[in-house]
């Protein structure tokens, strides 16, 4: 494998931004009759968790299409079956009650996802709340995310159709990482949800031999993707900052081992 591509692993491993900016401290609570049901509509990514920045691989899209449907994104892995989860659009019930806002799906017939938010202020472009998750099996819950305090921010662009067809690229900045070998690599974005990773043979691009399964998910600007390699799972999460002029520009807030954070960067050009 690769360099790049371990470094990928590694960013997954340690724990993996359009704009890291704080969230507004507004301790004012929901008034419930003030048209939250108008306010909530639009898609929201989490900034924020207990008020920290949430690192980029932490992050999902929620997005409301009317007061009682939404669909959730996110792609979450620690190395255990029981707790990935990728989740491309699935769609959730919504029901308002007052200021509690209560996201369901059905897995299937023995699992049901439960997402809450507990909104204490909304306006046009920020929501805090408290959230917490929970997977009920077999009519038993089983709380997968504890109540925290969210910000989330409203997003307004979406980069899922701009994102298709075959960009060349190289890390812009990884904090000095090993992993970063220096060179360009080319991936190719799908329709269908897949993708293709290109490696350099002489003067030719040769799909990646030794990977199965490649598949990615763009939500508004939130961009996961999967592969199998050698039997194994990886994971990637990166920011879409800028699409513009055939140039795409990617960043993402990551941990390092002692616990610092840092932005990786990553440019691509589209390849004609």
Same mark, same amino acid.
């Given at each position: ?10 960013a997954?491993?340690?724990c993996g ?7 507004s401290?507004?301790d004012?609570?929901?008034?419930p009759?003030?048209? *939250? ?6 898609k929201w990514? @989490?900034?924020?968790?207990?008020? !920290? ?10 997005t409301? &299409? ?5 669909y959730? #994104?996110?792609?979450?892995i620690n190395h255990?079956k029981?707790s @990935? ?5 699935r769609e ?6 007052g200021n509690?806002?209560t996201?369901?799906s059905k897995?299937?017939e023995? &699992?049901?996802?439960v997402?809450e938010?507990?909104? #204490?202020?909304i ?7 408290? =959230?917490?998750?929970?997977t009920? !099996?077999n009519?038993k819950?089983?709380? #997968? ?6 910000? =989330?921010?409203?997003? #307004? ?6 994102v298709?067809g ?11 990482s ?7 690599h080319r ?12 490696v ?12 199965t *399964?490649s598949e ?6 939130? *961009?996961?993707? !999967?592969?199998?390699?050698?039997? &194994? ?11 513009k ?7 993402a807030? !990551? @941990?390092?081992?002692?616990?610092t954070?840092?932005?990786?960067t990553f ?5 004609e």
């Open positions: 494998m690769n360099r790049l591509m371990q470094w990928v692993m590694a997954a491993l340690i931004a359009s704009v890291f900016s704080s969230c401290k507004d004012n609570p929901v008034d009759a003030d048209k *939250l049901s108008e306010k909530i509509i639009g990514m @989490q900034f924020e968790i207990d008020g !920290r920045l949430a690192l980029t691989n932490e992050k999902s899209a929620t409301f &299409v009317s007061d009682t449907k939404a959730f #994104s996110a792609s979450k255990s029981t @990935q989860k990728w989740n491309d659009n959730y019930e919504v029901k308002i009650d509690k806002v996201l369901t897995v299937n023995n &699992v049901t996802l997402n938010f507990i909104i #204490s202020s306006n046009e472009t920020e929501m805090n709340c408290i =959230y917490k998750h929970v009920i !099996r009519g819950e089983d709380v #997968s995310v504890e109540s925290s305090n969210r910000c =989330y921010k409203k997003i #307004s662009r979406d980069f899922s159709e701009v298709l075959t960009w060349e690229g190289h890390v812009t900045n990884s904090e000095g090993v992993y970063d070998d220096g060179e360009t991936w190719e974005y799908k329709a269908d949800g897949t993708y293709v990773y290109y350099k043979d002489g003067d030719n691009w040769v799909p990646y031999a030794t990977t *399964l990615y998910f763009v939500d508004g600007v939130l *961009l996961c993707t !999967r592969w199998i390699d050698n039997d &194994v799972e990886n994971r990637e999460w990166w920011e879409i900052a800028s699409i002029d055939g140039v795409m520009k990617w960043k807030l !990551r @941990q390092k081992e002692d616990g954070t840092y932005t990786a440019e691509m050009k589209k390849v």
